[in-house]
């Protein structure tokens, strides 16, 4: 009896001694994986968190030069390029007017005004120094308005828009501060997101839409667009997110959309081709493989044409030499931030392009200098979740953003100290997880859409009302390009605005 009970405990005590050991090893393996995941992150996080040699710029020396006359006319554009005052840039105030997520922003030339437009169909134009509205009015379209600009050399007097109804509309303003009305211009069979300015014409500029149409558009002429492209690649078209003027040969643009190529046009090689009119494109080597899913969010020039920007959903920003031939690979890469639930944009920041700005999915703004890919500042930004849009101020240090908030944020350098990018490695980690998770979970772009959907109707739950003064006004004024959309619903094509 006793010997049997004692050979039953040592016989539980072994297979308990075995499930210990298998626990301990089993646990031994997960702290191996997640010590090879960390080190893994460290090694992808590393060159963007590394410590940069001191700036180069200093304020007091600066200063005493201008003073005494020597290289005054240089103070400006190194004060605004500077990486210490980029280092201290803090929020200075919101502009509260929308009742809708802010999809756009711009200044005017001089940057003395700021045009901003929303999903609550209206477009508001402010004296931002002041941080009042100046002029308000609808905007004549029937979807979110993605873009309102200011026409250059026109007075700030014409502005134009595109929306997700596929319009492109004007709006003529008047000195005294009231918008005279709107005309439809365009008519993409798809949304819109995206116009290109050509830097010197204030009455040219592009369109492009997701009906994968490039629009050239001159106010001079009775029918004012011509449709300059269709953008394919094969016998597939490609629905277009972005497009930029070359601002230093402003026949050339470039676009980008749902596919993984940027694509260079030349206005006046477009039919002198067989690759579709294409001049040269680009993309990340890594990214070519036919069966990648990334596409192309936002892209711009540099402020002298030599470089492209470029935004891929879901994965990093990437600069390219614009002058490099045909296929050429990425200069720099930009990674941290997370580009996943909404069509997002990047922008340069500095007179002379000295630094990247982007948005993030966590509402986070990041600057990265622009020839170390290190990150410099880290902001947050929208409490909502998403950052969008950046524009930076034409002549000052600063810049306005916007995003699903229903505001819109002004920074200035006036922080104290530098900014110590306290919570930036934990939030950088964080952003790569979700990003690589999803990437194993969806594998396509149905969740992202599915998520970026009820992500509007979250923040949206009370839909604006289309206003409809003057849906019944005459539409004798309205032009509509040679391919107007047939399916476009029934609506005013020109719309008289009444002043704030």
């Known amino acids: 009896g006793p010997s049997g009970q004692t050979q039953t405990r040592y016989t539980d005590s072994m297979d308990g001694s075995d499930e210990d050991d298998e626990d301990e090893d089993e646990e031994e393996e997960d702290q191996k994986d997640d010590q090879d995941d960390d080190e893994a992150m460290e090694a992808w996080l590393g060159a963007e968190l590394r410590e940069m040699r001191g700036p180069v710029w200093r304020a007091v020396p600066s200063l005493l030069s201008r003073e005494i006359g020597r290289e005054s006319h240089q103070f400006v554009r190194r004060v605004c390029g500077a990486r210490g005052l980029v280092q201290r840039l803090a929020c200075q105030g919101r502009l509260e007017r929308h009742k809708g997520c802010v999809n756009t922003l711009h200044f005017n030339p001089s940057g003395t005004r700021l045009a901003s437009g929303s999903d609550d169909l209206r477009v508001v134009i402010w004296n931002w120094a002041i941080q009042t509205a100046e002029l308000e009015f609808d905007s004549g379209h029937k979807s979110n308005v993605f873009q309102a600009k200011f026409l250059p050399h026109s007075g700030d007097s014409t502005l134009a828009m595109c929306a997700r109804d596929g319009q492109i509309r004007v709006a003529e303003l008047s000195a005294t501060q009231r918008c005279k009305n709107t005309k439809r211009v365009a008519q993409h069979k798809g949304a819109a997101h995206k116009l290109a300015l050509e830097p010197d014409s204030p009455c040219s500029f592009l369109s492009a839409g997701e009906d994968a149409v490039v629009f050239g558009i001159d106010l001079r002429l009775d029918r004012p667009a011509n449709k300059?492209?269709?953008?394919?690649?094969?016998?597939?078209?490609?629905?277009?997110?972005?497009?930029?003027?070359?601002?230093?040969?402003?026949?050339?643009?470039?676009?980008?959309?749902?596919?993984?190529?940027?694509?260079?046009?030349?206005?006046?090689?477009?039919?002198?081709?067989?690759?579709?009119?294409?001049?040269?494109?680009?993309?990340?080597?890594?990214?070519?493989?036919?069966?990648?899913?990334?596409?192309?969010?936002?892209?711009?020039?540099?402020?002298?044409?030599?470089e492209l920007l470029a935004s891929y959903n879901d994965e990093d920003i990437y600069l390219f030499d614009s002058n490099h031939s045909d296929g050429a690979d990425y200069l720099m890469r930009y990674k941290g931030h997370r580009n996943n639930a909404t069509v997002k944009g990047v922008n340069f920041y500095g007179p002379c392009s000295e630094f990247v700005v982007s948005g993030s999915d966590c509402g986070h703004i990041y600057l990265w200098d622009k020839y170390s890919a290190r990150i410099v500042q880290f902001m947050e930004g929208d409490k909502g979740g998403v950052v969008n849009c950046l524009e930076p101020h034409p002549h000052l240090p600063g810049m306005a953003t916007s995003g699903l908030d229903h505001d819109i944020k002004l920074w200035a350098p006036t922080a104290e100290n530098p900014a110590s990018l306290k919570g930036l490695k934990e939030v950088m980690k964080k952003n790569k997880r979700e990003r690589d998770e999803d990437s194993v979970r969806h594998g396509d772009q149905y969740d992202t859409q599915l998520l970026w959907f009820l992500m509007r109707h979250m923040r949206n739950r009370r839909r604006p009302r289309a206003r409809r003064e003057g849906a019944d006004a005459d539409t004798d004024e309205s032009w509509s390009s040679p391919d107007s959309s047939d399916e476009d619903e029934g609506g005013p094509d020109h719309v008289q605005c009444m002043s704030s």
Not at 290 to 298: D, M, V
């Open 228 to 306: 300059l492209v269709v953008v394919k690649e094969g016998d597939k078209k490609v629905g277009l997110y972005t497009i930029f003027v070359n601002p230093a040969q402003t026949q050339q643009f470039a676009v980008g959309g749902r596919d993984q190529y940027v694509r260079i046009y030349d206005q006046r090689k477009i039919n002198e081709n067989d690759n579709n009119g294409v001049l040269k494109k680009f993309c990340p080597s890594h990214l070519v493989p036919s069966e990648s899913k990334t596409n192309i969010t936002c892209l711009v020039y540099s402020h002298d044409g030599t």
